[in-house]
C-alpha cells in the first residue's frame, strides 16, 4: 500500500536557522508528492507540491525536490521565521492532484524560537 | 472565496448521543474527502465523494459512522452511537477535478 514516513518532531530552530523535515515514501505508480501546512486551530494550507520525478516545488522560501530514486522528498528553508511555527505534513497521490485522496504522514511539529 | 466550511467548530456530546457535523464545499469542487486527525493515527481519510457520489469508504471505521451527500454543496458525517474514542479533530476537504484540496478549518469532537 501507499504510506508517508516523516521524521518525528517536535524540532525546535532558532529564528534565521536552516531547516530540514525529511519525508519518504512508498507508493504504487507515480504518485503526486505535497508539503501541507497546519497553523493552531486551523485547517492544512497547500505549502508546494511536485508532480514527477525531479521537480521542484517552491513556495514562501520553502522547496522540496521529488527524487524517485530515493523515494524522498525533503522540505528545506535557508532562514526559517517565528511565523514557520506549525505542524508540516508530507503526502501522497497516486491519482493526480488528490483525487483518490491524500495519504498523509503524522506530521513534524515545528517550533521557532526568537 | 469563503473556503471549505464545517460546523460546528467545536462539538462536546455525552457517549451514546448522536454527532453530525456538517461541511459546505467551495464551490465548483466536485470532490469531497472527510478526515480524522488524532494525535495517535494523524491524518486518516473516512471516506470521499466525487460529483456527489460516494466513492472509497474504506476508511470508515465502524458502521456507526455514515456519511451522505445530497447535492454539490453540502455534507454530512453522522456518529451514532457516539463513544469517547471517537474524540478527534473531523476535517472535510474539496477539490476541483485532478487539484489539491483545500481543507476547513476542522471540528474539535469530544464525546464523555
Known amino acids: 500500500g501507499n504510506s508517508v514516513t516523516q521524521m518525528e518532531g517536535p524540532v525546535t530552530l532558532s529564528e534565521e536557522a536552516f531547516l530540514t523535515i525529511n519525508c519518504t515514501y512508498t507508493?504504487?505508480?507515480?504518485?503526486?508528492l505535497f508539503w501541507y501546512v497546519q497553523y493552531p486551530g486551523e485547517g492544512l494550507q497547500l505549502l508546494l507540491k511536485a508532480t514527477k520525478a525531479d521537480d521542484k516545488g517552491s513556495n514562501k522560501g520553502f522547496e522540496a525536490t521529488y527524487r524517485k530514486e530515493t523515494t524522498s522528498f525533503h522540505l528545506e528553508k535557508g532562514s526559517v521565521q517565528v511565523s514557520d511555527s506549525a505542524v508540516y505534513f508530507c503526502?501522497?497521490?497516486?491519482?493526480?492532484?488528490?483525487?483518490?485522496?491524500?495519504?498523509f504522514g503524522k506530521g513534524t511539529h515545528l517550533i521557532i524560537q526568537p | 472565496d469563503a473556503g471549505v466550511i464545517q460546523s460546528p467548530r467545536h462539538e462536546v456530546t455525552e457517549m451514546g448521543q448522536e454527532v453530525t457535523l456538517r461541511c459546505k464545499p467551495i464551490s465548483g469542487h466536485n470532490s469531497l474527502f472527510w478526515y480524522r486527525q488524532t494525535m495517535m493515527r494523524g491524518l486518516e481519510l473516512l471516506i470521499y465523494f466525487n460529483n456527489n457520489v460516494p466513492i472509497d469508504d474504506s476508511g470508515m471505521p465502524e458502521d456507526r459512522f455514515s456519511a451522505k451527500m445530497p447535492n454539490a454543496s453540502f455534507s454530512t458525517l453522522k456518529i451514532q452511537p457516539s463513544e469517547p474514542r471517537d474524540s478527534a479533530v473531523y476535517f472535510c476537504a474539496s477539490s476541483p477535478q485532478n487539484s489539491p484540496l483545500h481543507f476547513g478549518n476542522g471540528t474539535r469532537l469530544t464525546v464523555t
Open positions: 503526502a501522497l497521490s497516486v491519482a493526480g492532484g488528490g483525487a483518490d485522496g491524500l495519504t
Open positions: 507508493a504504487t505508480g507515480y504518485p503526486s
